[in-house]
């Protein structure tokens, strides 16, 4: 017996949710996409998606619904429009790959529930590298059974692992972003203190490759580092919101985690001097301030 592949709608086609559509394209998936800036969207067709109008629209034809948002208040504006809910046939599974609080994906998936209406928060990692490639961590909250009836829709888009109940995903996206924005602030930091010291950065980076230092932000982001390449990729803007959150959490359970409350106040004074919409690995540019060159 043949199971019909499921219909996906795709809401927000920006840098990350533009090429998770054209991997899902890749593999055959009949996809609707959507975004608030239509051009976005619009340059999704020729590769075989339908251009939906609306939201609703896109969520009419769908059994599966993917969101990629900027933050909360955009998910949730989202989701819980009536017109959107109502669009929805009983059983549509809507999956949330934006970077939320833990707590907004236990409010979405109650809210949709009342519906009829399912839900799974699964944010992501890998940046637009990891997107372009189909090579994403995918870190998924929500119901075993569910998620594994997806596993040919998520295998598009990269490797997938269920870490729990719904909320789940996203404590695990925000304890992924502290490792990201603490290692960032690592590399800057020995970046600038190699530089500083009349060394070469590159050829520090070259060095250390390899060793216990090696990883894909050594990599990737050291190599923007030295090369002052600051187009995002990931905008601080995105990182200090994710910061913000995992400080929230760590309010919640009176956790004292000072790497992640040190690095968080770094991304702030970068995003509030003008760097929040330049790539996170522009953290280097904040450590470079508070060490002026001599002379």
């Known amino acids: 017996m043949t199971t019909t592949p499921p219909r996906i709608a795709f809401l927000g086609t920006g840098l990350m949710g533009a090429p998770m559509c054209a991997n899902l394209r890749k593999k055959g998936f009949e996809l609707w ?28 034809h769908a059994d599966v619904v993917f969101t990629m948002l900027s933050n909360d208040e955009a998910v949730e504006a989202l989701l819980l429009d009536p017109a959107v809910i109502a669009a929805a046939r009983p059983g549509t599974t809507f999956i949330d790959s ?32 990891g997107a372009q490639e189909g090579t994403l961590a995918l870190m998924a909250g929500g119901p075993a059974a569910l998620i594994e009836s997806l596993a040919s829709v998520f295998a598009a888009l990269g490797r997938l692992t269920r870490v729990g109940d719904h909320g789940a995903g ?41 060793g216990f230092a090696e990883s894909t932000i050594l990599a990737l982001h050291g190599e923007r580092m030295i090369n002052r390449n600051f187009e995002p990729g990931g905008p601080c803007k995105h990182q200090y919101k994710d910061l913000r959150n995992i400080q929230s959490q760590m309010a919640l359970h009176q956790l004292e985690l000072p790497l992640t409350s040190g690095v968080t106040e770094l991304f702030g004074t970068l ?10 690995s522009a953290l280097l540019l904040q450590i470079e301030s508070l060490n002026p060159k001599e002379g």
């Open 33 to 60: 996409v959507w975004n608030r800036s239509p051009e976005k969207a619009e340059a999704l067709v020729p590769l075989g998606a339908t251009l939906a109008h609306s939201a609703a629209e896109a969520v009419s």
């Open 98 to 129: 934006s970077s939320t609080r833990p707590a907004t994906a236990k409010k979405l998936a109650a809210a949709l529930a009342q519906h009829q209406l399912q839900f799974i928060d699964c944010p992501v990692s890998g940046g637009v590298k």
């Open 170 to 210: 996203q404590v695990a996206k925000l304890a992924n972003q502290q490792i990201v924005a603490i290692t960032i602030g690592a590399i800057a930091e020995a970046m600038t203190l190699v530089s500083r010291s009349g060394g070469s950065a590159a050829a520090f980076r070259d060095a250390i490759r390899g």
């Open 271 to 280: 995003c509030e001097n003008g760097g929040a919409d330049l790539d996170h």
